[in-house]
């Protein structure tokens, strides 16, 4: 599911709705917040930032946004997308839950390489990158 990322002031909140899959949410009217509800869905401490991010119902630190396959920071990005509770950036979503092979990814999300090993040809689709590609999505699905 296909969600939209919000930056809005701390004591301030646009809630969203979530879309179909594949559909960016929008926002809707804001209301005020007390300071003790702004609290962090990843490191459960209050956000005393000047913005917080929210991705449905969950509020964000800037530097805790982050995608669970490659910990890219998803904060400058105007979407990111949902699997069971967890986020992914673009291009991780696209890669791990499209029926694709790594030849399908000339241009993967570029941190996601340091979790297995892949010759710098995966755009050639060898057959090594294939398999090492459907080793690294099999893992990531069984967490």
Same mark, same amino acid.
């Given at each position: 599911?296909?969600?939209?990322?919000?930056?809005?002031?701390?004591?301030?909140?646009? &809630? !969203?709705?979530?879309?179909? #899959? $594949?559909?960016?949410?929008?926002?809707?009217?804001? %209301?005020?917040?007390?300071?003790?509800?702004?609290?962090?869905?990843?490191?459960?401490?209050?956000?005393?930032?000047?913005?917080?991010?929210?991705?449905?119902?969950?509020?964000?630190?800037?530097?805790?946004?982050?995608?669970?396959?490659?910990?890219?920071?998803?904060?400058?990005? &105007? !979407?990111?997308?949902?699997? #069971? $509770?967890?986020?992914?950036?673009?291009?991780?979503? %696209?890669?791990?839950?499209?029926?694709?092979?790594?030849?399908?990814?000339?241009?993967?999300?570029?941190?996601?390489?340091?979790?297995?090993?892949?010759?710098?040809?995966?755009?050639?689709?060898?057959?090594?990158?294939?398999?090492?590609?459907?080793?690294?999505?099999?893992?990531?699905?069984?967490?």
């Amino acid at each position: 599911m296909q969600l939209a990322i919000e930056y809005t002031p701390a004591n301030v909140v646009r &809630p !969203t709705s979530p879309g179909d #899959d $594949g559909e960016q949410c929008s926002s809707s009217s804001a %209301s005020p917040v007390p300071a003790e509800e702004s609290v962090c869905a990843v490191c459960g401490y209050e956000i005393k930032d000047q913005f917080v991010l929210r991705v449905m119902s969950d509020s964000f630190h800037e530097c805790c946004l982050r995608c669970v396959a490659c910990n890219q920071n998803l904060s400058n990005n &105007p !979407t990111c997308f949902s699997k #069971d $509770g967890r986020l992914y950036c673009r291009e991780d979503h %696209s890669m791990l839950f499209s029926l694709v092979t790594a030849k399908d990814f000339p241009q993967p999300c570029s941190n996601w390489r340091r979790y297995f090993k892949l010759s710098e040809n995966i755009g050639e689709g060898k057959r090594e990158d294939e398999e090492d590609f459907i080793e690294f999505v099999i893992q990531l699905r069984m967490e």
